[in-house]
Structure formats: structure tokens, C-alpha cells
Nanobody, 121 residues
Framework: QVQLVESGGGLVQAGGSLRLSCAAS????????MGWFRQAPGKEREFVAA????????YYADSVKGRFTISRDNVKNSVYLQMNSLKPEDTAVYYC??????????????WGQGTQVTVSS
């Protein structure tokens, strides 16, 4: 199993940047695909980005492609989401996710508690 703890959320103006972090427990972090999802008020949770075990492959939702970058550090057992050119529609609770296989659009069984990102116009 793996426990996930997100951090780095906050309030930012449109056009600004934030960097989310997700710290994972356990000694097998490098054997998990990692991903980020988000859920805005009144909407379903949606896929944002994912990264393969080694970090060699990354995947993004069309809505964030070119603005967000996912990365991981298997020594620090952490995954990151660098968010640039933020828009008000990026406002959501962002969740870290882990899966032994590829993340897909539904995510794996392991979730963090979420971190709030609010983008003001």
C-alpha cells in the first residue's frame, strides 16, 4: 500500500503559477504510476496528468496541456504538478493518485486527501 499527502495549494491570480507536491510513504514508490486529478464544485472528478514509473512517459488532459507539467523524484518518493498560466476554471481540489498499472481516466485505488487550488480572475 501507499499513503499520499498533497501540499502546495492556495489562492493565486489568473496567469499565476503554483507547484503542487505529493509525498508518498512506502518503499516501492518507483513501482507506481502517479497521477493528478481535480474536482471542481458541482462537477465530477477529472483526470489532469499522469507519469510512468520512471518518469519517461507523461500524459495530460487537453485542458492543461502546455500549461501544466508533471514530474517525479523516486529518491524523495514525491510527485509534483507545476501549474503555469492558471485560469479561473482550474479552481478545484487537486488529488494525488497512485496505481500499479497505468492511471487511466479513473485513477488507481490510492488517493490523497486533496489540496485546494483557487484561481481568482
Amino acid at each position: 500500500q501507499v499513503q499520499l499527502v498533497e501540499s502546495g495549494g492556495g489562492l493565486v491570480q489568473a496567469g499565476g503559477s503554483l507547484r503542487l507536491s505529493c509525498a508518498a510513504s512506502g518503499r516501492t514508490f518507483s513501482s507506481y504510476y502517479m497521477g493528478w486529478f481535480r474536482q471542481a464544485p458541482g462537477k465530477e472528478r477529472e483526470f489532469v496528468a499522469a507519469i510512468s514509473w520512471s518518469g519517461g512517459s507523461t500524459y495530460y488532459a487537453d485542458s492543461v496541456k502546455g500549461r501544466f507539467t508533471i514530474s517525479r523524484d523516486n529518491v524523495k518518493n514525491s510527485v509534483y504538478l507545476q501549474m503555469n498560466s492558471l485560469k479561473p476554471e482550474d479552481t478545484a481540489v487537486y488529488y494525488c493518485n497512485a496505481n500499479r498499472e497505468s492511471i487511466g481516466t479513473m485513477g488507481g485505488p490510492y488517493w490523497g486527501q486533496g489540496t485546494q487550488v483557487t484561481v481568482s480572475s
